[in-house]
């Protein structure tokens, strides 16, 4: 509003600046009274004005002021001036001649009546304000007693302990809203089919669990027999000597141990024994995998050894389970190698960590199930059952252990397997843990 009584007031200066233009020319100074005179019909207008360039009032609405000059008048004064009452604003215009300024037009507008518009309009806007809090008010009290409180009511009748187990049957009381009874109604049975739900998802979790089991034991019995079947193998094409008949009967019966603690795990429902943890040396650990792994890898062709960066390494772990992770990831180096390729083990000692590395150069594993290889039944073999590396990483968090893996440039997989070192074995080393 104040912007158009701005514009309104430079409208009727520039009117008025281009009407003084020829009598101020020409010096008809009556022509320039009649002209401030004709703007006093316009509501508004306090006073009209003409000035000259030397800031001489030569007309004026009230004749009085005439012939008087302007102290202070400036051509860099701006164009609106609010009086110092606030009351009225003066707007100037430029009389122009070419480019020479012959003058000012100056119109005083009142401000009584935007001041009144303001008013009743700040008057309107508070009471709209005041109606609008009123209604918010209400229409808060009608939504807690309507609807939140009920709301309330029904939460604290559906989850009442910490276990957060839906408990019984919900009650309103009268006068609740329609919606609310129908969500309280549908809740209410739905509470019923969830009971129902929960207690066949019980049974079919059991099932599944001992589904899992099943295939899980299946893939732990299946790397002890190939072993056991390499051993037989090599008895079979060795010398008639007793030496290597006892060294490999040996690995054989080894192995039917694993098995047999195997079945006692299945019959724990695949619970980890951890009372049986010891310390061991890694070395002789990796000596007899290898020794076990080795056959396997001598019917394929494929050359594998191990090297030790850092000897005396030692362990404190279940020494089967460790076993198995390292049996486990060497079987699977075989399986993705081809006659010629190699498999390389390494050892070395990481601050108050074992780092055991293993490197093939085989096939590798396609991206699109590398970050999957430790879920359980992910597989990039046809006949895998993927349970392998997920079973590694379990036994190896059980000792705060750890198992990555990722593809070789330009082929093959490397194996990374970290658990922490004994105390004994971490304080000789100077480390503290």
């Not at 619970?271 to 007899?288: N, Q, Y």
Request: include cysteine.
């Amino acid at each position: 509003m104040q912007n158009e009584t701005r514009e309104r007031a430079l409208v009727l200066a520039s009117m008025l600046a281009e009407m003084s233009l020829d009598p101020l020319l020409s010096g008809h100074f009556d022509r320039l009274e009649r002209q401030v005179d004709s703007l006093e019909a316009h509501s508004g207008v306090l006073f009209a004005r003409i000035i000259n360039r030397n800031g001489r009032i030569v007309a004026d609405t009230n004749r009085g002021n005439q012939g008087w000059i302007r102290t202070g008048f400036a051509e860099e004064s701006p164009l609106f001036r609010l009086s110092s009452n606030s009351k009225s604003l003066n707007a100037r215009a430029p009389i122009v001649f070419g480019t020479t300024v012959l003058g000012y037009a100056e119109v005083d507008l009142s401000l009584d009546f935007l001041n009144r518009r303001l008013g009743q309009t700040s008057f309107v806007l508070i009471l709209a304000l005041v109606a609008l809090i009123a209604v918010a008010v209400a229409f808060g009290l009608y939504l807690h007693i309507q609807v939140l409180r009920p709301l309330q009511r029904v939460s604290d009748t559906l989850i009442t302990d910490e276990t957060r187990e839906i408990t019984g049957l919900i009650h309103l009381r009268r006068g609740v809203a329609r919606e609310i009874r129908t969500v309280a109604s549908a809740i209410d049975s739905m509470r019923s089919r969830l009971e129902t739900y929960y207690r066949e998802e019980q049974a079919v979790q059991r099932l599944r669990t001992l589904g899992e089991i099943s295939v899980s034991l299946a893939h732990e019995i299946r790397n002890p027999l190939e072993a056991v079947s390499g051993a037989v193998e090599m008895i079979r094409r060795a010398p008639e000597t007793s030496e290597h008949q006892e060294k490999f009967l040996a690995i054989i019966r080894e192995e039917v141990d694993v098995l047999n603690r195997y079945v006692s795990e299945f019959t724990q429902y695949g619970r980890f024994d951890l009372a049986s943890e010891t310390i061991f040396a890694l070395d002789d650990l990796v000596e007899d995998v290898m020794v076990l792994v080795t056959p396997l890898a001598q019917q394929q062709a494929i050359h594998l050894r191990a090297k030790r960066s850092d000897p005396g390494l030692t362990i404190c772990a279940s020494r089967s389970h460790i076993k198995r992770v390292l049996v486990n990831v060497l079987m699977n180096a075989i399986e993705a190698c081809s006659q010629g390729d190699g498999i390389e083990l390494r050892t070395a000692g990481d601050c108050d960590i074992a780092v055991i590395t293993v490197d093939d150069s085989g096939s590798g594993v396609p991206e699109a199930i590398i970050d999957h290889v430790f879920d359980p039944f992910v597989s990039s073999r046809d006949h895998g059952l993927g349970l392998g590396l997920a079973l590694c990483r379990s036994l190896l968090e059980c000792y705060n252990g750890s198992i990555s893996l990722q593809n070789r440039d330009p082929q093959g997989v490397r194996v990374c397997i970290r658990i922490p070192l004994s105390t004994s074995n971490a304080s000789s080393q100077g480390l503290v843990l």
